[in-house]
């Protein structure tokens, strides 16, 4: 099964712009039949989309963070990111990845997650 | 946005018990419907896929039900490792949404 790995900083200061990378393995996102995914977990919070991306390069945002998002995609190696810009400590949350399947349409499996912190 | 709420936020039980939870979406969404366990410090899992599949590896004792904009999970005869906290999710249009969330513990 395949799984996922999110890596990145842990600390961001504010106004400046998150980026978080996630490594694929047993599974070549070139093979098509998924949208890689982030979600991000506020602290003791839900879950919120925050957009997907296709092998080539196609994406979908949350329009409530599409004006700061980007995500791209290297196929290269095997990965996928996000950029979210001008953080503030709002945006302070547990980031997930995770395969979204086409036409299956769930979430599976997650990436472990990693916490990132908005702070000076 | 498609607004799905569970009910109820949070819940005691006890071990054996049977429990459900529910979660209603503001506009039909078919059977688009999926629910995942979360268990504290670790990533969501998959449970029940398209309302009422269940997903490789669960126990049978969870089951789903519901079409349009009411659905259901439930656990049949609780485990201590099921208390936890539960999403729905729901796949029929973007934005993709969730779930509040609701909160098994044990009583």
């Known amino acids: 099964q395949v799984q996922l790995q999110e890596s990145g900083p842990g600390l961001v200061k504010p106004s400046q712009t998150l980026s978080l990378t996630c490594t694929v393995s047993?599974?070549?996102?070139?093979?098509?039949?998924?949208?890689w995914s982030w979600i991000r977990q506020h602290p003791g919070k839900g879950l919120e989309w925050i957009g997907y991306i296709y092998y080539s390069g196609s994406t979908y945002y949350n329009p409530s963070l599409k004006s700061r998002v980007t995500l791209s995609v290297d196929t290269s190696k095997n990965q996928f990111s996000l950029k979210l810009s001008s953080v503030t400590a709002a945006d302070t949350a547990v980031y997930y990845c995770?395969?979204?399947?086409?036409?299956?349409?769930?979430?599976?499996?997650w990436g472990q997650g990693t916490l990132v912190t908005v702070s000076s | 946005d498609i607004q799905m709420t569970q009910s109820p936020s949070s819940l005691s039980a006890s071990v054996g018990d049977r429990v459900t939870i529910t979660c209603r979406a503001s506009?039909?969404?078919?059977?688009?419907l999926n629910w995942y366990q979360q268990k504290p410090g670790k990533a969501p899992n998959l449970l029940i896929y398209a309302a009422s599949s269940l997903q490789s590896g669960v126990p049978s004792r969870f089951s789903g039900s519901g079409s349009g904009t009411d659905f259901t999970l439930s656990i049949s005869s609780l485990q201590p490792e099921d208390f936890a906290t539960y999403y729905c999710q729901q796949s029929h249009s973007t934005p993709i949404t969730f779930g509040q969330g609701t909160r098994l513990e044990i009583k």
């Open positions: 047993g599974g070549s996102i070139s093979s098509g039949g998924y949208y």
């Open positions: 506009q039909s969404i078919s059977s688009y």
């Open positions: 995770a395969p979204y399947g086409d036409p299956s349409n769930w979430f599976d499996p």
